[in-house]
């Protein structure tokens, strides 16, 4: 199955100690995080890092595993797999906290002149209701 992502950001970190961009990118079914060098990231100065339109691209789910082996530091997330979320707001930097099924923890952060936090603030609530923290319940 091959579907159509929109990349959301360039500046995406894994956490604090992780200096190296990645790009964050928005698929039907999830999130990727996939590394770039350290050069681009030098070159990401304080963003933004995409423009609108934002870049789309289309990742076949053989990509995705791809991806995952490229680097110990990119991350292929599906929503199903989420049990819970929550979006944050920072001075320098917005990031999505996760909790996913199998009890792993995980970051993203971004720098906030990127469009991900807005992105994500729209999409989420329907794709992970209550998971997301801050959502409101019926």
Known sequence: MIS???CISRSCTTGWLDWVHGELWLTPTGL???RLSKAASRANGWGPTVAVPLPR???PEAALTHVLAEHAT???????????????????????RLVLRDGSRHKLLWLTRDPAYGILADVLPS?????????PTA
Request: proline residues 0%.
């Open 32 to 34: 990727v995080r996939r």
């Open 57 to 59: 691209a289309e990742f």
């Open 4 to 6: 159509v992502a929109e």
């Open 127 to 135: 794709v992970l209701g209550d998971r997301l923290a801050g959502t």
């Open 74 to 96: 990119n991350k292929v997330v599906t929503f199903e797999s989420v049990a819970g979320a929550r979006l944050v707001r920072g001075i320098t930097a917005h990031g999505l």
